[in-house]
């Protein structure tokens, strides 16, 4: 698929160009904002499939609760 199509002189290449798992979309892989670009079109898309974002999920913070005792150990 190196051969040039579209206007101008390269053309489009269709190796940047990848299908959605989500909605089945063809999209440049190198625009999408998700964060899986080769996988899925969007964020929206990434959420939908997954049930939350790989960026959702860098951020995210476990709270500690300490009003927890610490557990007692086994004997």
């Known amino acids: 698929m ?10 489009m290449n269709l190796n940047h160009i990848k ?3 989500r909605c089945s979309l063809r999209y440049d892989w190198r625009k999408s904002p998700s ?8 964020s ?3 959420r939908a499939d997954l049930g939350f974002t790989l960026e959702a999920l860098l951020r ?6 300490e009003s927890k005792e610490p557990a007692a150990p086994v004997v």
């Open 35 to 42: 964060s899986m670009k080769m996988t899925y079109c969007s």
């Open 19 to 21: 299908v959605c798992a």
């Open 60 to 65: 995210y913070e476990r709270v500690k609760d």
């Open 44 to 46: 929206l898309c990434e």
């Open 2 to 11: 190196d051969t040039p199509i579209g206007p101008g002189p390269t053309g």
